[in-house]
């Protein structure tokens, strides 16, 4: 049996041990976490880890301060982009609708900034 590379070996099983978006806290997940999981956004993404793509969490630490960041990012939802995050190209979302993505977006810039303890 061929054997994987360590660091491909090492990502197969924290994607399976971790499951993207995993909250700690008990009840339903937000509306927009759920949107994202179903519309296949964790595939890559997680809300507090790095994973293929940025953390949700890390998107919106890029861009809180920024007003007009949520319609941009809902773009590069729809759009794709590339060079934004490093050299991963974040592949355009034609299953997501332009108001889905603007919620998206919405919830991402929106999350608060973690608890600094």
Not at 9 to 38: E, F, H, R
Request: glycine share 10%; proline share 10%; charged share 20%.
């Amino acid at each position: 049996m061929p054997r994987l590379p360590n660091a491909l070996t090492a990502g197969l099983v924290l994607a399976l041990l971790c499951p993207a978006g995993a909250q700690a806290a008990d009840g339903p997940p937000p509306a927009g976490l759920a949107l994202a999981k179903d519309k296949g956004c964790v595939r890559c993404h997680d809300v507090v880890r790095h994973y293929v793509g940025p953390a949700f969490q890390q998107v919106a630490d890029r861009y809180r301060s920024d007003p007009g960041a949520a319609e941009r990012l809902a773009g590069r939802i729809r759009q794709g982009s590339v060079g934004e995050w490093g050299r991963v190209i974040m592949p355009r979302q034609p299953q997501v609708s332009a108001t889905e993505a603007t919620a998206l977006a919405t919830w991402i810039t929106g999350l608060p900034a973690p608890d600094k303890r």
